[in-house]
């Protein structure tokens, strides 16, 4: 059997509910989501956001190198500019504001119907 895992970033303040949009996110929480369903905690990144009330700083680049490790980032929101960023450099963004075990018990299902449609054909 291999061994798969998926990395993900959460922007969450609180660490229960994922509620931060990404260009606003002061810390993000970092998880392997395992193949059998179970999901670890790994460690708390600090960010400097990108977003200020006057615009955007040249901190998106850091924001993204921050997260670099991982295949995507659960967000409550996320601008066109940052989402087509962090797909450039492979971070899938995902937009789901809802309790963090909530969410990675959907994200674990789409992966496992992924695979189940990738091992039909």
């Known amino acids: 059997m ?25 810390q ?8 059998d369903g179970s999901y670890e905690f790994v460690e ?6 990108a977003c200020h009330v006057e615009g955007h700083d040249s901190t998106l680049e850091d924001s993204i190198n921050l ?8 967000v409550s929101q996320v601008g066109p500019g940052a989402a087509e960023a962090l797909v450039s450099h492979g ?14 018990k959907k994200i674990i299902e789409l992966m496992q119907e992924d695979k189940n ?3 039909e054909n």
Not at 2 to 24: E, L, M, P, Y
Not at 44 to 49: A, M
Not at 67 to 74: N, T
Not at 91 to 104: N, R
Request: proline share 5%; hydrophobic share 45%; charged share 25%.
């Open 2 to 26: 291999i061994f798969i895992s998926t990395r993900v970033a959460i922007a969450s303040s609180d660490g229960k509910f994922i509620n931060q949009h990404f260009g606003r996110a002061q």
């Open 67 to 74: 997260i670099s490790d991982c295949e995507g980032v659960l």
């Open 91 to 104: 971070i899938q963004p995902i937009i789901i504001p809802m309790l963090i075990d909530d969410a990675i």
């Open 117 to 119: 449609d990738n091992d």
């Open 28 to 35: 993000f929480l970092i998880v392997d989501i395992k193949e």
């Open 44 to 49: 708390l990144r600090k960010n400097k956001p």
